[in-house]
Nanobody, 120 residues
Framework: QVRLVESGGGLVQAGGSLRLSCAAS????????MGWFRQTPGKEREFVAA?????????DYADSVKGRFTISRDNAKNTVYLQMNSLKPEDTAVYYC????????????WGQGTQVTVSS
């Protein structure tokens, strides 16, 4: 089991930037596909971005964040990041980090989430 702890959330004006971090412990994340998700009250959790576990480090993004958000990983620090630029009020949500062993099956381990609020 991988323990995940998100940080870096906060309040920012529209057009601003935030960088979220997801620190992992318990196991190395080098063999895990890592993802970011977000959820607002009354809505289902939605996919934001993912980065593959294999050497190519390929990434995937939701259409709503393409060109604005960048996911990256530092396996040496056992940490995943989400750089969020050009933030919009509709990006307001609780952001969660999750892991999926070798990119197979479902995301099994989740963090507790960090709140991001974008004011207009």
């Amino acid at each position: 089991q991988v323990r995940l702890v998100e940080s870096g959330g906060g309040l920012v004006q529209a057009g601003g930037s935030l960088r979220l971090s997801c620190a992992a412990s318990g196991r190395t994340i080098s063999r895990y596909t890592m993802g970011w998700f977000r959820q607002t009250p009354g809505k289902e959790r939605e996919f934001v971005a993912a980065i593959n576990w294999s050497g190519d480090g390929s990434t995937d993004y939701a259409d709503s964040v393409k060109g604005r958000f960048t996911i990256s990983r530092d396996n040496a620090k056992n940490t995943v990041y989400l750089q969020m630029n050009s933030l919009k009020p509709e990006d307001t949500a609780v952001y969660y980090c999750a892991s999926r062993f070798r990119g197979v099956g479902q995301y099994d381990d989740w963090g507790q989430g960090t709140q991001v609020t974008v004011s207009s």
